[in-house]
């Protein structure tokens, strides 16, 4: 909405900003030790800025004109961006989300599927669930990762084989007779 209003008042076209945000700064996502290994950090608020500072040691950039305010951290975002990949660069992405969290930064390890599935946080949430199927065995499927205070919500059953529900649905609910079901399986209407 704001992008397609200042296009219309002011014609400033807007290109795409990557991970940058306009208004949090850092924001992006800082490559970490070790193989594809990330740290995702959203820095929002002053106090998160300078207890950004504080935690990688580096408080003279809270004195730096380049980051003394979130418009200038924005402006500077390719040298701030230079400045956390530094530090991060030699740190284990799922601690180092930990330290930030707990200074109120908003921070998350990038995880690769493997570590999603055994990830604690995900098991409590019922992000992934492990069902029977009878034709694949064990089977790994995604649950409802949304939790709601008066439902109880979830994956009750695994999905439907082609047809096997079909009595149910066009017998049971719409009072179809077997012969007409049979004519219909037939005439490949139904399946």
């Known amino acids: 909405g704001p992008l397609i209003l200042d296009y219309q008042m002011n014609g400033r076209q807007w290109q795409p900003t990557g991970n940058h945000s306009w208004n949090m700064a850092p924001h992006g996502i800082y ?12 820095i ?8 950004f500072c504080s935690l990688i040691n580096m408080n ?14 924005i402006a500077h975002k390719n ?13 284990e992405p799922r601690a180092l989300a930990m330290r930030l969290q707990n200074r109120g930064i908003p921070a998350a ?13 995900f098991d409590a949430r019922e992000i992934f669930l492990n069902i029977d199927h009878p034709i694949v065995g064990k089977e790994i499927i995604s649950g409802i990762p949304w939790k709601l205070s008066q439902s109880s919500g979830g994956v009750i059953n695994r999905s ?32």
């Open 109 to 121: 390890p990038c995880m690769r599927l493997k570590d999603r599935l055994n990830d604690p946080h």
């Open 60 to 73: 003279p950039l809270l004195e730096d004109s380049r980051f003394s305010d979130l418009f200038s951290r």
């Open 160 to 191: 439907p084989l082609m047809g096997e529900h079909i009595q149910y649905v066009a017998g049971d609910l719409l009072g179809l007779s077997k012969h007409e079901i049979r004519s219909l399986k037939s005439q490949q209407v139904l399946h």
């Open 31 to 42: 490559a970490c030790s070790g193989e594809d290994a990330w740290v995702a950090i959203a």
């Open 79 to 91: 040298d701030l961006d230079a400045i956390v990949t530094e530090w991060t660069s030699d740190q």
């Open 44 to 51: 929002e608020t002053e106090e998160q800025w300078k207890s």
